[in-house]
């Protein structure tokens, strides 16, 4: 059976965008190799990707356009299945490769059946009403959070909606050269 992953992209503050819904803060200077080289080797036991309507819209326009010699991660995004939880979306293209899945109804009982289908992991990227409403419904295995070294001040929490405390239990951390620091939990 896999495990569900939520993996964030935060600021030191605990943002995963500004107030603005805007990713800028992801763009600071440093090498991103490092942090790529953890994502990949974390990316091997990965066997299907859970997008929200936003985060399908805003990666089904970046990634199927690019290549690994831009990004790394990319033939991995564009080849793994995608499952995409919404109620307004009927398809879901993504550019020359396999379309997505659309996930209509309850995000619990998707998450649950997926969990069934896939023997790896599943990870969450971005989607945070998604990713918050699954801590709180308790599907969430383990959350990742990479943290980019630059606060905001405000903007949007990692999990709106989460409306009771979980535990987690530190499983790795690492601290990277561009100033990046990667947070493995598991959620008890």
Not at 65 to 78: C, R, S
Not at 104 to 132: F, M, N, Q
């Amino acid at each position: 059976m896999g495990r569900l992953i939520v993996e964030q992209i935060v600021t030191v503050d605990g943002f995963a965008a500004g107030p603005d819904g805007k990713l800028d803060f992801m763009r600071i200077p440093g090498p991103f190799d490092a942090t790529d080289r953890g994502q990949i080797a974390m990316l091997e036991n990965v066997d299907a990707i859970l997008l929200g309507r936003n985060t399908y819209e805003l990666f089904s326009d970046y990634w199927p356009g690019k290549t690994t010699d831009e990004e790394p991660l990319a033939d991995f995004i564009n080849e793994t299945p995608k499952h995409v939880v919404t109620n307004t979306l009927r398809r879901a293209p993504w550019g020359d490769y396999a379309s997505a899945t659309v996930e209509v109804g309850e995000p619990r009982d998707t998450v649950r059946r997926l969990k069934h289908c896939y023997e790896g992991d599943i990870v969450l990227w971005g989607s945070l009403i998604l990713a918050g409403a699954l801590l709180q419904a308790e599907l969430v295995d383990a959350v990742r959070l990479r943290i980019v070294p630059v606060l905001i001040g405000e903007g949007r929490p990692t999990t709106p909606g989460l409306r009771h405390a979980r535990t987690l239990r530190p499983v790795e951390i690492d601290a990277l050269p561009s100033g990046h620091v990667t947070l493995v939990y598991d959620v008890l």
